[in-house]
């Protein structure tokens, strides 16, 4: 565990790092994004778009919003779009949702951008370890594929996205809710069925599907200009802290 803890921070150090900077939307999904991608559940189309999505919107937000009251983060994932951070006022929130759902290919944003001020370089250190904590554990799990669940974590509060059966969302929620220093924990997950994970794993593998195999999890990206629903339910649910 301790040697997982290492890697891990020393990854998270460089990301939170990169974020201060001001480009962490294009580094972290590209240095994670590209070491997972064999292993992803995502078509290789979507980590694209995925990775796409947050350097548009990064782009649109450093161009619309010029106040240091205004600090955003973008986490997309199969093309679902988790929007966090702080505004001052629910005007701004709304402007920035509605400013990624018109990027190509978003299918949805979740809102969880909250009204106040940005918290201290402090508070994003101390996210950035309860993110590497959460990860390390997921990893230690042996009854879940840890690479396949995306962790982001904003004041205390862990964010966790990816194509999940229901039996790993509630076991990764489970997991991180039991961390020490998280306050809440929202599952974004796109929840997929069993069969449709074997077909995945199945895929993955190089093998045919078998006959009669369940459709695809991942959806086409949308035609430009349109509104797009998701397959499956999509959308924030809090997990209690144990």
Do not use: H, W
């Amino acid at each position: 565990m301790r040697n997982i803890l290492s890697v891990l921070t020393l990854s998270a150090v460089c990301a939170s790092t990169v974020s201060l900077s001001g480009c962490f939307p294009v580094v972290a999904t590209g240095m994670v994004g590209g070491a997972l991608s064999i292993a992803d559940r995502r078509t290789t189309g979507a980590q694209t778009d995925d990775q796409a999505i947050e350097l548009k919107a990064f782009n649109r937000f450093r161009e619309r919003f010029k106040s240091e009251q205004v600090s955003l983060s973008v986490t997309s994932y199969n093309r679902v779009v988790l929007l966090t951070g702080f505004v001052p006022n629910e005007a701004t929130k709304a402007e920035a949702a509605r400013l990624v759902s018109q990027i190509e290919n978003v299918r949805s944003v979740i809102n969880e951008v909250a009204l106040g001020l940005p918290p201290s370089v402090r508070s994003y250190g101390a996210d950035t370890v309860l993110t590497t904590r959460v990860k390390a554990a997921l990893i230690e799990a042996k009854d879940l594929q840890a690479n396949v669940i995306k962790v982001f974590t904003e004041s205390s509060t862990v964010y966790l996205m990816g194509l999940v059966t229901e039996r790993e969302a509630n076991r990764a929620a489970d997991i991180a809710a039991r961390i020490s220093g998280v306050r809440r924990v929202v599952r974004a997950f796109e929840t997929i069925t069993e069969a449709e994970l074997k077909r995945i794993q199945t895929q993955s593998s190089g093998a045919s599907p078998a006959p009669g195999a369940a459709p695809a999890a991942n959806v086409a990206p949308p035609t430009p200009g349109t509104t797009v629903t998701p397959t499956n339910d999509v959308g924030p649910s809090v997990t209690p802290i144990r």
